[in-house]
């Protein structure tokens, strides 16, 4: 509403002419005449326009949307735009990035913009009202602004070679040079010479002329006069000689003098300027449009004459201060000089004289002024405001281009604009072809125009013609009427006015023209007086007098409308009464009585109709109202029919008058003529409308009429709509009585709108006149009560209507669906005026009707109906039956709708999506609407569809995605405006979160895919394809209609300005239709060819600023919808919270569901953003809820989600995720006091992401390296346990700095532990670096076993917290094994598995082992510890943990190791695993499974005896240490390892190994080196650049063995029991001189033994073990002696002393014996016993030894031949025949030793 309170708007008309003499008409007394009155009336008041009929938008102004950024996780796109930002100069930074948002929509309670203008970005309210069915389009041009182009013309100035001294004076008008005829009225000017100018002059008004379309036939026509030329003075042929001529100063002199005297004119010259030149027009494509430039044709060449020179001079900087660069001077180079006067009609005739040029400028500045779609909107006191909106285009306006001036200037209302606009008078010049033109008139003018043109005489004069209008002919003294327009620019009217001199011509020729305004009642008295004058051209005494010749008289009423020429004889002299015939005797005329004077008229009047049935009814009219007809009165009703026989252009021109006086009649006539005159009126209309030009639904002249023209005129006529409803009303009654009411009724149904538009306006005039005076300012006015009778009898007729439609759709006629949407406006329009309860009785009669599911074809009328109704601002308020009920349309609207979704019809559920969508935007983007309680007001009121969709969620998943999307982003839209939270019950909150999801889900933002794959679309077939092509998904339906046309236009889209792109496609006519611009079109093209054209294609086929557009909006869309629904998550979970809501407590599902889907979207950087503190609140709010193991699947996703952000390269999100992290601990400190489940969680999750994650790149040389994710994720890891940077860190994610030591309610101190949070962080790490190690082996796995079993074994080690996933890599791990062949430790990893089970089951207590039969197992495998397990039942994870950890899995892995370590020979160690089966089967009774497992310990203890009865002794192994030296080898630089090898590699194979698998890894310039000997390296003496391996046989160290003592290790003596193969201590002895030689005597061989320690003992889960301690002790030389000898007697002793069990057991026996004799006794020299002596005891060593040493060697060697002795004889009772010959062999080589020995050591022989 307007802010007056007043809904009709008064425009006023603007004049049609210029100085309208229109007082004079009024000042008549036309009481006498109602039908003049009526039609002065007609035309004179104010348009008034309801400002609401077409309903009311006032839009909040587009949104400016900034770039969301969706970052993956190796993109930084917010990074690079800042800097891009940075980078780019502040001037053209244009980008909307730091743009306030222009809407005052941001509320501050809210996260994030609404998602509703992302989705209708372009929200085009018109347009969508335009789409509706029956759409009433108002007409966009004021009725009175002619359509077509105005121009206007102003003189500048004139120069004449000679000089300008005398006044001329002018004419300009429209001419149309092909049909030698005058289009307008003359525009009158003049132009004097400097010294005569006064200061008023007036000459600065412009003339204005309307043309209907460019064309180039249409010129100016310039006539210049002077004053007639003295006899003898200075002739103006002056002004055109050849030479360069000057006038004397006496000349100027005369010729000043002579022009004050003389008053009257002579024609002087002529030109024509064409307007719109062909050859230009024909070029510039589509001359008709009317934006075709004035300018090309003026600087063109001009036709025939050749008139205007090309432009020379041109003022950009505006010429007299009012035009920028919009219009054009002109300079008019060569007038045709004339030498005597002409008729117009003679200008261009052929056989005329060739007139000579003048040498002259004439400088005209033309303007063109766009008329089209000029809504006169300026306020109603008339004056123009100016209008500015145009003002950023203009910037670099070119020569050409011509401005829309949206204004109306004219001469009674002087511009009050800012003073460059100067106070320049427009004067209108009467446009002729407003007589002819096929529309009704608006405006009243009535006058005639009189054109002398001839007066033949028998001799010369100079002759002028005076012109009078007189009243009557009684009294020639009497003064003529005032009547006459002047010939002065702006002088008043005139009682006469004169026509030029013709000087010295038998036959006068004029051009001249005179208006003369006419009396509104002409009687047969009224009369034009001509007189004619001759004047003599020299001044005698005083100035020339003119004389008169004759007279003419024309009475009005017979010729007026005639348009021939007339001619008329001269009278003489006048006499009283010369018009009548009776006198015409008397009088006496010139030329014997021939009429020798030839004139013509023209008349123009919009009161004087010259049909003469139109008149008829006029006057009957008059009768009527005046009562001065007869009394039965039938000539009125002859009247009213005949007008069906009025030709159309007469109808057209006097409709409104007709229409208003029919439509009086019909208001106040009695019965019969209320018919008669209904009946006519609806003849009039349907011939109106069928003879409309284009084919519209209602007929302009008709809109125009209701829109504006129709008027009460403020009461003084009685209001229609009663009359007009009941004569209406009883027609449809008789016709649904069934009589026959003939085919008039037929077109009153086509006609409805008109007759229901009158109706409403009728009323809201009476409203508006009753209520106006008593209204406080700036109220609106209140609803009008109809009277009971009335409204019954609109009702009746709107129920008689409502049958009709009924009836006619059901055959399918769409007059029906026409008056279905009239019938639709109707009540929309009463809504405004009426009571709404009077509307609620409409439409709920409509809604009875058409009830419940109906007819498709119904149905879609129903639709169509309330999306009209819905559409009007107040329906919000419209009442309903009950008083409370105040929202019975939205009510109706959604059930309506509901139905519609359910209904099979597809397009009608598109429909019904659309009017809801529609619907809210209009609220949304209204300014009105923007307080935040409208808001809520609407919301409420929408909120019923949320509870029933909810209701009716199958009808919901029925319809398709796009309309899924229309209406969640209406549930979206509304719920943002609802304050409070909702209540519904357990399931429907369940229901209603799903559709939240589903948002997330129709709404995601999918990066489109930058490179088109042609062909990579869905091959959809073409038929499916929509009316218009789909370029987005996501988006409303309206984008696709918008993005077309953008496309299509060769526009800029809307908006660029501000983005600085001006995109102007090339030239359509130009470039071929069938070659596309580019190859991006082309590439379109070939896709939508070939393919139902896919978005993708469409997509890439649009322009890129386009492009831009469509993916801003579609990210901004996705990213509000996020926030939209993450606001509501905030909302519910603060409003469970306080248990104000119904849902499920146990679990929290619905917030649990909502997190789980948002974070595995891919969301915007602002939504990350807001997202972490409604996270930490949630956690607050329901922490215990949400840790609870019922919530593990969701807190597993959740710790997913937030490592995979963790990875991210994206600062703002990385760090948003560490705090995450932290959020969780913090719940999980809380809620539990300890982080076991978290981090078994998070290593879970961590190990899945693993698989998602590249932790690896390859390097240029093809290696590996560690992936930037990798280096993220472990600076995330630890950041999350960095004490130092939590507090920025938490300020940079906008938490509280204390959120993460709240302390708890109940508790003093907050559960947060620092060292805790670090532990956490390191097992991660731990988990993460295992991870990493793997993968960057890479393709090595292959070649380097040993490294691959280590990294399986730190992964299974890193990920201990989980059984599950330990267990995992402990059988990787023996897989590896098994494929290697490592048999015992694939056993060592089974029962690694084995003790993680049962540890877990002794910790429930539910097996049936106890803690002793894991420490059994712990001493098989060391590695089986306690850590682990205690937390394994704490840290359970759905899908994790319990659920395999049974006695079953036990026994099967206890079972795969006994398997294994069989396979590895290690007998003993199978008797312990089987000894732990057993108590299964017993507490089982499975005594078959027991009589197994015993039969295989029998097996066991067998082969154990077997192995230590061989006589070879058995080795299970091989052991070597390997050093590493050289950087190439990474991280095995300068480390010692000790690798198990099988029992049958020896040092050569173990070396090739090596050498094979690190070579491989080497590359050219690197090469390995195997250091040959045992001893110490020292790493700095090696050589840089160089790999460096040192491989030593090692022998293992028993537990109890003394490592000090000197024998040699004779590993076969030492293996004391067989159940100890578990070694960690490992030693080898390597020999040395101290004099520097390599090789020395016993006497200087030195011994070194080295003792290395390993981390964990064999055979362990690796093949090798990293060495962590070297100890080393020397013995001397005789040390080394003595340990050898000492070692061989031990060796004798022990095979002596061997325990044997029976006799059965001798031949290994012997064997083994005869084996060492044999080494011991045999004489060789230099060897054995006999070389210790020969080294030691005699000469120069003997007296280095200490006496001790000496006795030692001396006593080490007596004992050993005591034992040797004794063997002799134990061999000697063991053998047999066949070994009789050794025998006396070992006796004698005995006894030669002795004999040898004795040199030395003499007491030998008394020893033995």
């Given at each position: 509403m307007s802010s007056n309170g007043h809904c009709f708007r008064r425009k006023p008309r603007q004049p049609v002419a210029a100085n309208l003499n229109i007082d004079s008409l009024l000042d008549e007394n036309l009481e006498q005449l109602p039908h003049l009155n009526e039609l002065v009336q007609c035309y004179q008041s104010d348009w008034i326009k309801d400002e609401n009929k077409y309903g009311h938008y006032e839009s909040v102004g587009s949104i400016s949307f900034k770039n969301q950024i969706f970052e993956g996780p190796d993109t930084d796109i917010e990074t690079e735009m800042?800097?891009?930002?940075?980078?780019?100069?502040?001037?053209?930074?244009?980008?909307?990035?730091?743009?306030?948002?222009?809407?005052?929509?941001?509320?501050?309670?809210?996260?994030?913009?609404?998602?509703?203008?992302?989705?209708?970005?372009?929200?085009?309210?018109?347009?969508?009202?335009?789409?509706?069915?029956?759409?009433?389009?108002?007409?966009?041009?004021?009725?009175?602004?002619?359509?077509?182009?105005?121009?206007?013309?102003?003189?500048?100035?004139?120069?004449?070679?000679?000089?300008?001294?005398?006044?001329?004076?002018?004419?300009?008008?429209?001419?149309?040079?092909?049909?030698?005829?005058?289009?307008?009225?003359?525009?009158?000017?003049?132009?004097?010479?400097?010294?005569?100018?006064?200061?008023?002059?007036?000459?600065?008004?412009r003339g204005v002329f309307h043309l209907d379309a460019p064309s180039s036939s249409v010129c100016l026509l310039i006539q210049l006069e002077k004053c007639a030329t003295e006899e003898g003075g200075v002739t103006p042929s002056v002004y055109s000689r050849k030479e360069p001529v000057h006038l004397t100063e006496r000349e100027k002199q005369k010729l000043q003098v002579w022009s004050r005297m003389m008053p009257y004119r002579e024609s002087f010259s002529w030109a024509v300027i064409p307007l719109f030149e062909t050859n230009i027009s024909s070029v510039t494509g589509g001359s008709a449009s009317p934006s075709s430039p004035l300018a090309h044709s003026l600087s063109g060449a001009s036709l025939q004459e050749g008139v205007s020179e090309p432009i020379s001079k041109v003022s950009l900087d505006g010429q007299m201060g009012y035009s920028s660069g919009n219009s054009i001077v002109v300079e008019v180079s060569n007038l045709n000089k004339v030498k005597e006067s002409y008729t117009e009609d003679s200008l261009q005739d052929p056989k005329r004289k060739v007139h000579k040029p003048v040498k002259g400028v004439l400088r005209l500045e033309i303007e063109k002024i766009q008329a089209a779609n000029t809504e006169y909107d300026n306020a109603s006191d008339g004056s123009i405001t100016n209008e500015h909106d145009h003002g950023d285009q203009l910037t670099d306006s070119t020569i050409g281009e011509w401005r829309n001036i949206h204004s109306n200037r004219h001469k009674e209302q002087p511009l009050n604009g800012s003073a460059a606009d100067g106070s320049i008078n427009d004067v209108q010049a009467f446009d002729f072809r407003t007589m002819i033109r096929n529309e009704p008139f608006l405006q009243l003018f009535h006058f005639l125009y009189v054109y002398p043109l001839t007066v033949s005489l028998s001799r010369k004069r100079n002759l002028f013609i005076r012109t009078e209008l007189r009243k009557d002919d009684a009294d020639i003294r009497k003064q003529p009427l005032e009547a006459m327009y002047s010939r002065e620019p702006g002088a008043s009217l005139q009682k006469w006015a004169h026509t030029q001199v013709a000087p010295g011509s038998r036959v006068a020729c004029y051009h001249d023209e005179m208006k003369v305004s006419l009396p509104p009642i002409w009687t047969p008295q009224h009369h034009l007086l001509f007189t004619f004058f001759h004047i003599d051209l020299q001044t005698k005494l005083e100035a020339p007098k003119p004389?008169?010749?004759?007279?003419?008289?024309?009475?009005?009423?017979?010729?007026?409308?005639?348009?021939?020429?007339?001619?008329?004889?001269?009278?003489?002299?006048?006499?009283?009464?010369?018009?009548?015939?009776?006198?015409?005797?008397?009088?006496?005329?010139?030329?014997?009585?021939?009429?020798?004077?030839?004139?013509?008229?023209?008349?123009?009047?919009?009161?004087?109709?010259?049909?003469?049935?139109?008149?008829?009814?006029?006057?009957?009219?008059?009768?009527?109202?005046?009562?001065?007809?007869?009394?039965?009165?039938?000539?009125?009703?002859?009247?009213?029919?005949?007008?069906?026989?009025?030709?159309?252009?007469?109808?057209?021109?006097?409709?409104?008058?007709?229409?208003?006086?029919?439509?009086?009649?019909?208001?106040?006539?009695?019965?019969?003529?209320?018919?008669?005159?209904?009946?006519?009126?609806?003849?009039?209309?349907?011939?109106?409308?069928?003879?409309?030009?284009?084919?519209?639904?209602?007929?302009?002249?008709?809109?125009?009429?209701?829109?504006?023209?129709f008027n009460d005129f403020g009461g003084r006529q009685a209001p229609v709509y009663p009359g007009l409803s009941t004569v209406w009303g009883s027609l449809a009654r008789s016709k649904a009585k069934g009589y026959r009411v003939g085919p008039v009724y037929d077109d009153v149904l086509s006609m409805a709108w008109f007759f229901l538009e009158l109706i409403v306006k009728s009323m809201a005039l009476e409203q508006t006149r009753l209520m106006y005076q008593n209204l406080?300012?700036?109220?609106?006015?209140?609803?009008?009560?109809?009277?009971?009778?009335?409204?019954?009898?609109?009702?009746?007729?709107?129920?008689?209507?409502?049958?009709?439609?009924?009836?006619?759709?059901?055959?399918?006629?769409?007059?029906?669906?026409?008056?279905?949407?009239?019938?639709?406006?109707?009540?929309?329009?009463?809504?405004?005026?009426?009571?709404?309860?009077?509307?609620?009785?409409?439409?709920?009669?409509?809604?009875?009707?058409?009830?419940?599911?109906?007819q498709s074809v119904l149905h879609d009328c129903k639709l169509t109906f309330l999306q009209i109704i819905c559409d009007h601002d107040l329906f919000v308020e419209m009442?309903?039956?009950?008083?409370?009920?105040?929202?019975?349309?939205?009510?109706?609207?959604?059930?309506?709708?509901?139905?519609?979704?359910?209904?099979?019809?597809?397009?009608?559920?598109?429909?019904?999506?659309?009017?809801?969508?529609?619907?809210?935007?209009?609220?949304?983007?209204?300014?009105?609407?923007?307080?935040?309680?409208?808001?809520?007001?609407?919301?409420?009121?929408?909120?019923?569809?949320?509870?029933?969709?909810?209701?009716?969620?199958?009808?919901?998943?029925?319809?398709?995605?796009?309309?899924?999307?229309?209406?969640?982003?209406?549930?979206?839209?509304?719920?943002?405006?609802?304050?409070?939270?909702?209540?519904?019950?357990?399931?429907?909150?369940?229901?209603?979160?799903?559709?939240?999801?589903?948002?997330?889900?129709?709404?995601?933002?999918?990066?489109?895919?930058?490179?088109?794959?042609?062909?990579?679309?869905?091959?959809?077939?073409?038929?499916?394809?929509?009316?218009?092509?789909?370029?987005?998904?996501?988006?409303?339906?309206?984008?696709?209609?918008?993005?077309?046309?953008?496309?299509?236009?060769?526009?800029?889209?809307?908006?660029?300005?501000?983005?600085?792109?001006?995109?102007q496609r090339a030239n359509s006519q130009l470039s071929s239709p069938s070659q596309p611009f580019s190859l991006r079109e082309a590439l379109a093209q070939a896709q939508s060819s070939r393919i139902g054209a896919s978005s993708l294609a469409?997509?890439?086929?649009?322009?890129?600023?386009?492009?831009?557009?469509?993916?801003?909006?579609?990210?901004?869309?996705?990213?509000?919808?996020?926030?939209?629904?993450?606001?509501?998550?905030?909302?519910?979970?603060?409003?469970?919270?306080?248990?104000?809501?119904?849902?499920?407590?146990?679990?929290?599902?619905?917030?649990?569901?909502?997190?789980?889907?948002?974070?595995?979207?891919?969301?915007?950087?602002?939504?990350?953003?807001?997202?972490?503190?409604?996270?930490?609140?949630?956690?607050?709010?329901?922490?215990?809820?949400?840790?609870?193991?019922?919530?593990?699947?969701?807190?597993?996703?959740?710790?997913?989600?937030?490592?995979?952000?963790?990875?991210?390269?994206?600062?703002?999100?990385r760090k948003r995720a560490v705090v995450g992290l932290q959020i969780l601990v913090r719940s999980s400190f809380s809620h539990s006091t300890q982080t076991a489940r978290l981090r078994a969680m998070l290593t879970i999750t961590l190990s899945e992401l693993m698989s998602d994650v590249q932790v690896t790149q390859m390097k240029s040389d093809g290696t590996l390296e560690e992936s930037g994710e990798a280096r993220r994720l472990r600076k995330s890891l630890e950041e999350m346990a960095d004490e130092s940077k939590s507090?920025?860190?938490?300020?940079?994610?906008?938490?509280?700095?204390?959120?993460?030591?709240?302390?708890?309610?109940?508790?003093?101190?907050?559960?947060?532990?620092?060292?805790?949070?670090?532990?956490?962080?390191?097992?991660?790490?731990?988990?993460?670096?295992?991870?990493?190690?793997?993968?960057?082996?890479?393709?090595?796995?292959?070649?380097?076993?040993?490294?691959?079993?280590?990294?399986?074994?730190?992964?299974?080690?890193?990920?201990?917290?989980?059984?599950?996933?330990?267990?995992?890599?402990?059988?990787?791990?023996?897989?590896?094994?098994?494929?290697?062949?490592?048999?015992?430790?694939?056993?060592?990893?089974?029962?690694?598995?084995?003790?993680?089970?049962?540890?877990?089951?002794?910790?429930?207590?539910?097996?049936?082992?106890s803690n002793s039969h894991v420490t059994a197992l712990r001493k098989i495998c060391p590695m089986v510890s306690t850590e682990i397990t205690s937390e394994t039942s704490a840290a359970e994870v759905e899908g994790y943990g319990a659920s395999k950890l049974t006695v079953d899995s036990a026994v099967k892995y206890l079972q795969l190791t006994n398997k294994l370590f069989s396979q590895a020979e290690l007998h003993h160690f199978c008797g312990s695993i089987l000894e732990l089966v057993i108590p299964v089967y017993k507490s089982r009774r499975s005594y078959g499974l027991l009589a197994k497992c015993h039969s295989m310990l029998t097996n066991v203890y067998e082969s154990i005896l077997e192995q230590e009865s061989s006589p070879i002794p058995f080795i299970d192994a091989t052991y070597y240490r390997v050093g590493f030296y050289g950087e190439k080898f990474g991280k095995l630089d300068k480390k010692e390892y000790v690798y198990r090898e099988p029992r049958d590699v020896r040092l050569g194979d173990i070396m090739e190994k090596l050498s094979h698998i690190y070579e491989l890894r080497k590359d050219g310039n690197h090469t390995l080196h195997i250091i040959p000997d045992s001893r110490q390296v020292k790493a700095e003496e090696l050589q840089p650049g160089v790999c460096y391996l040192q491989i030593t046989?090692?022998?293992?160290?028993?537990?109890?063995?003394?490592?000090?003592?000197?024998?040699?290790?004779?590993?076969?003596?030492?293996?004391?029991?067989?159940?100890?193969?578990?070694?960690?201590?490992?030693?080898?002895?390597?020999?040395?001189?101290?004099?520097?030689?390599?090789q020395g005597g016993l006497e200087d061989q030195w011994k070194r033994r080295t003792v290395v320690q390993t981390e964990g003992s064999f055979p362990a889960l690796v093949n090798r073990l990293l060495v962590i301690k070297t100890e080393s002790l020397e013995f001397s030389p005789v040390e080394n002696a003595i340990g050898m000898i000492e070692t061989r007697t031990a060796a004798l002793r022990n095979e002596l002393e061997e325990p044997r069990s029976s006799d059965g057991d001798q031949l290994p026996r012997l064997q083994s014996l005869q084996r060492i004799l044999q080494g011991s006794v045999a004489v060789q020299v230099n060897s054995g016993v006999l070389s210790v002596c020969t080294a030691f005891l005699s000469g120069e060593p003997a007296t280095r030894l200490r006496s001790q040493e000496l006795q030692q060697l001396i006593a080490a060697l007596l004992e050993f031949m005591a034992v040797c002795k004794r063997a002799i004889r134990v061999h000697f009772r063991l053998i047999g025949e066949e070994d009789q010959d050794f025998h006396t062999q070992l006796v004698n080589g005995f006894q030669s030793l002795t004999a040898e020995l004795s040199h030395y050591i003499p007491a030998i022989l008394s020893e033995l």
């Open positions: 800042h800097l891009a930002n940075a980078r780019q100069d502040k001037i053209d930074d244009n980008s909307d990035d730091d743009l306030p948002s222009t809407s005052g929509r941001q509320l501050t309670e809210h996260f994030g913009e609404s998602p509703l203008p992302a989705y209708e970005p372009v929200f085009d309210w018109e347009n969508e009202r335009s789409m509706i069915f029956g759409q009433r389009i108002p007409e966009s041009n004021m009725p009175q602004s002619p359509s077509g182009l105005k121009i206007s013309v102003k003189v500048l100035s004139l120069t004449f070679q000679a000089g300008l001294v005398e006044p001329f004076y002018g004419t300009i008008s429209l001419y149309n040079k092909d049909k030698r005829e005058k289009l307008s009225e003359d525009f009158i000017f003049r132009i004097l010479p400097s010294e005569m100018q006064d200061a008023g002059s007036s000459s600065e008004s004389v008169v010749i004759g007279y003419a008289a024309l009475p009005l009423s017979t010729h007026a409308q005639l348009r021939s020429d007339i001619t008329l004889p001269i009278m003489k002299e006048l006499v009283p009464h010369y018009l009548q015939d009776s006198s015409k005797e008397r009088l006496d005329y010139l030329e014997d009585g021939k009429s020798v004077f030839r004139l013509r008229l023209r008349l123009c009047s919009s009161l004087y109709p010259i049909n003469e049935r139109i008149r008829d009814f006029f006057l009957e009219y008059d009768r009527h109202t005046l009562r001065t007809s007869p009394p039965w009165g039938s000539e009125l009703l002859e009247a009213i029919n005949s007008l069906k026989n009025v030709d159309s252009t007469a109808l057209l021109q006097f409709l409104h008058p007709i229409l208003n006086m029919l439509l009086h009649l019909i208001g106040n006539g009695g019965e019969t003529l209320q018919v008669a005159a209904f009946r006519a009126m609806v003849n009039i209309l349907t011939r109106v409308q069928q003879e409309s030009v284009d084919e519209a639904e209602r007929n302009i002249f008709l809109v125009n009429y209701v829109d504006y023209a406080p300012l700036g109220e609106d006015i209140p609803p009008m009560q109809l009277k009971e009778s009335v409204f019954r009898c609109i009702m009746q007729l709107y129920d008689c209507l409502l049958t009709e439609v009924h009836e006619r759709c059901k055959r399918g006629l769409s007059l029906a669906k026409r008056l279905n949407s009239s019938l639709a406006f109707f009540c929309y329009d009463l809504l405004s005026t009426i009571e709404p309860r009077q509307v609620f009785e409409l439409v709920s009669l409509y809604l009875d009707k058409f009830s419940g599911v109906c009442p309903g039956r009950d008083p409370s009920d105040r929202n019975y349309l939205s009510s109706v609207l959604i059930q309506e709708l509901f139905l519609t979704w359910d209904h099979d019809d597809l397009s009608q559920r598109a429909k019904a999506a659309r009017i809801l969508v529609v619907l809210l935007c209009k609220h949304e983007f209204d300014s009105r609407y923007q307080k935040p309680e409208d808001k809520l007001y609407i919301a409420q009121l929408y909120f019923p569809l949320v509870g029933q969709i909810l209701d009716e969620m199958p009808v919901f998943y029925n319809l398709s995605a796009v309309e899924k999307r229309e209406v969640l982003i209406v549930v979206l839209q509304i719920l943002r405006n609802l304050d409070e939270a909702w209540q519904q019950n357990v399931a429907r909150t369940r229901l209603f979160f799903k559709l939240l999801e589903d948002c997330l889900v129709l709404f995601e933002h999918k990066k489109s895919v930058d490179s088109m794959l042609i062909g990579a679309s869905s091959r959809s077939p073409v038929a499916d394809a929509p009316m218009s092509p789909k370029y987005s998904d996501r988006l409303s339906p309206a984008i696709n209609q918008y993005l077309s046309e953008a496309s299509r236009q060769e526009v800029r889209p809307q908006g660029a300005s501000e983005n600085g792109y001006l995109w469409l997509r890439e086929s649009l322009h890129p600023v386009l492009r831009q557009k469509l993916e801003l909006w579609e990210e901004n869309l996705s990213a509000a919808i996020s926030l939209q629904i993450l606001e509501i998550t905030e909302k519910f979970s603060k409003a469970s919270a306080s248990h104000d809501i119904a849902t499920d407590y146990g679990k929290l599902d619905c917030i649990t569901s909502i997190f789980t889907s948002i974070f595995s979207r891919s969301q915007s950087l602002a939504f990350w953003k807001s997202l972490f503190p409604v996270f930490n609140s949630v956690f607050q709010l329901h922490g215990s809820t949400l840790m609870a193991r019922e919530n593990d699947r969701f807190l597993k996703q959740i710790a997913f989600h937030l490592l995979r952000l963790a990875v991210f390269r994206n600062e703002n999100i507090q920025n860190l938490l300020k940079e994610c906008g938490l509280p700095e204390t959120t993460l030591v709240d302390i708890p309610e109940g508790s003093t101190e907050s559960h947060w532990s620092w060292p805790e949070v670090k532990f956490l962080s390191n097992s991660l790490l731990l988990a993460l670096n295992a991870s990493l190690e793997h993968a960057l082996l890479g393709s090595l796995t292959n070649t380097d076993r040993y490294a691959a079993a280590e990294s399986f074994y730190k992964l299974a080690m890193a990920f201990a917290p989980v059984p599950d996933l330990h267990i995992m890599w402990l059988l990787h791990l023996c897989d590896a094994h098994q494929e290697m062949q490592s048999w015992a430790e694939a056993a060592q990893c089974a029962v690694a598995v084995a003790g993680v089970v049962m540890q877990a089951l002794v910790s429930r207590n539910d097996g049936v082992w046989a090692v022998d293992p160290v028993m537990e109890d063995e003394d490592l000090g003592s000197r024998r040699e290790r004779i590993f076969s003596l030492s293996t004391g029991s067989v159940q100890a193969r578990v070694f960690d201590r490992f030693l080898f002895d390597t020999p040395f001189t101290k004099n520097g030689k390599t």
